[in-house]
């Protein structure tokens, strides 16, 4: 039978060799701030944010861009606000992975909020899986973790390219998940579904021209949107909902809503379409939370056309 799940990666001497070194530093700076009280962090998280703007300057411009084209309608003051408050979601977004890491359960219990997850309950205790789609706010890190303590989850894994960063990535993340599957294993995720687990699919970034229709996302009219999350609903026994983590005054949110009816209906466009409509709705609780600095439309439905970033 077939491993569907992503192997552990094991602690490696070489680890220890110079070329890790600045990896090492940037770990324990980290592991070392996660203890910090978390009043603390938040400060430190804006002035990490202020650094970004500096350090990836491509990235600020991305997502003042995307802000321009997603909301026309607003005053260049209100884009402005949500962008510099976005910077600063991004220096916490930092420190909201370490806390995920390597924060003892009983401390991310005391920063953890559930609204609707009796709707996972009321899934599972019909014998199916479960499906949430979730949307790339940037304390998706730590979410997962809170997340995990009323399920442990089954999720899609993308290795990381250092591989101290990829066995640290792995160990922190597996605390929240169940077992994870490689990127690409779309029989891997299916399986998870089939057995009754609770899987995690986002849905809301450009994956390419591959398996995508063009619909509307905010005010850009024609935006690829992958369909493979059709896919997973359609063949696998298995009900749908939707997730936003949004980070309150007093913690982090784990908002559950409720799966589209007559869902997947057959017409993929119509389907995607209002996928995106949910995913604006789950974004608008909190936009200065979201992931702007990605090139969300860089896809475009006619290959030679002019790029919407310059």
């Given at each position: 039978?077939?491993?569907?799940?992503?192997?552990?990666?094991?602690?490696s001497w070489s680890f220890l060799l110079p070329n890790y070194w600045l990896t090492w530093l940037?770990?324990?700076?980290?592991?070392?701030?996660?203890?910090?009280?978390?009043?603390?962090?938040?400060?430190?998280?804006?002035?990490?944010?202020?650094?970004?703007?500096?350090?990836?300057?491509?990235?600020?411009?991305?997502?003042?861009?995307?802000?321009?084209?997603?909301?026309?309608?607003?005053?260049?003051?209100?884009?402005?606000?949500?962008?510099?408050?976005?910077?600063?979601?991004?220096?916490?977004?930092?420190?909201?992975?370490?806390?995920?890491?390597?924060?003892?359960?009983?401390?991310?219990?005391?920063?953890?909020?559930?609204?609707?997850?009796?709707?996972?309950?009321?899934?599972?205790?019909?014998?199916?899986?479960?499906?949430?789609?979730?949307?790339?706010?940037?304390n998706l890190e730590f979410s997962c973790r809170v997340a995990g303590l009323k399920i442990p989850?089954?999720?899609?894994?993308?290795?990381?390219?250092?591989?101290?960063?990829?066995?640290?990535?792995?160990?922190?993340?597996?605390?929240?998940?169940?077992?994870?599957?490689?990127?690409?294993?779309?029989?891997?995720?299916?399986?998870?579904?089939?057995?009754?687990?609770?899987?995690?699919?986002?849905?809301?970034?450009?994956?390419?021209?591959?398996?995508?229709?063009?619909?509307?996302?905010?005010?850009?009219?024609?935006?690829?949107?992958?369909?493979?999350?059709?896919?997973?609903?359609?063949?696998?026994?298995?009900?749908?909902?939707?997730?936003?983590?949004?980070?309150?005054?007093?913690?982090?949110?784990?908002?559950?809503?409720?799966?589209?009816?007559?869902?997947?209906?057959?017409?993929?466009?119509?389907?995607?379409?209002?996928?995106?409509?949910?995913?604006?709705?789950?974004?608008?609780?909190?936009?200065?939370?979201?992931?702007?600095?990605?090139?969300?439309?860089?896809?475009?439905?006619?290959?030679?056309?002019?790029?919407?970033?310059?």
């Amino acid at each position: 039978m077939r491993d569907k799940k992503v192997r552990a990666p094991k602690f490696s001497w070489s680890f220890l060799l110079p070329n890790y070194w600045l990896t090492w530093l940037s770990i324990i700076l980290l592991y070392t701030i996660s203890w910090l009280p978390y009043r603390l962090q938040l400060w430190l998280g804006r002035g990490l944010g202020q650094l970004i703007k500096l350090l990836a300057a491509k990235r600020y411009q991305i997502a003042k861009r995307n802000l321009e084209l997603c909301f026309p309608d607003y005053s260049p003051q209100q884009r402005s606000q949500i962008l510099e408050a976005n910077v600063a979601n991004a220096g916490m977004a930092l420190l909201e992975t370490s806390m995920g890491w390597w924060w003892p359960t009983w401390r991310v219990a005391r920063k953890a909020e559930f609204e609707g997850y009796e709707q996972v309950d009321a899934i599972l205790a019909k014998g199916k899986g479960v499906l949430v789609y979730a949307i790339h706010n940037m304390n998706l890190e730590f979410s997962c973790r809170v997340a995990g303590l009323k399920i442990p989850s089954v999720a899609f894994y993308r290795k990381h390219n250092n591989k101290l960063m990829d066995y640290m990535q792995y160990h922190g993340r597996n605390r929240s998940n169940k077992y994870m599957v490689h990127k690409r294993d779309i029989r891997g995720l299916m399986s998870a579904l089939n057995e009754k687990e609770v899987c995690f699919y986002l849905p809301d970034q450009d994956y390419g021209r591959n398996k995508c229709e063009f619909t509307p996302f905010f005010a850009v009219p024609e935006v690829a949107t992958t369909t493979g999350s059709l896919l997973f609903a359609s063949q696998a026994n298995c009900e749908t909902l939707f997730l936003a983590s949004i980070r309150t005054k007093t913690g982090y949110k784990i908002k559950i809503f409720p799966g589209l009816e007559n869902f997947p209906s057959g017409d993929d466009n119509y389907d995607v379409a209002r996928m995106n409509r949910k995913i604006e709705e789950m974004i608008l609780i909190a936009p200065e939370q979201y992931l702007w600095m990605h090139k969300r439309f860089k896809t475009r439905p006619d290959p030679n056309g002019p790029s919407l970033y310059g």
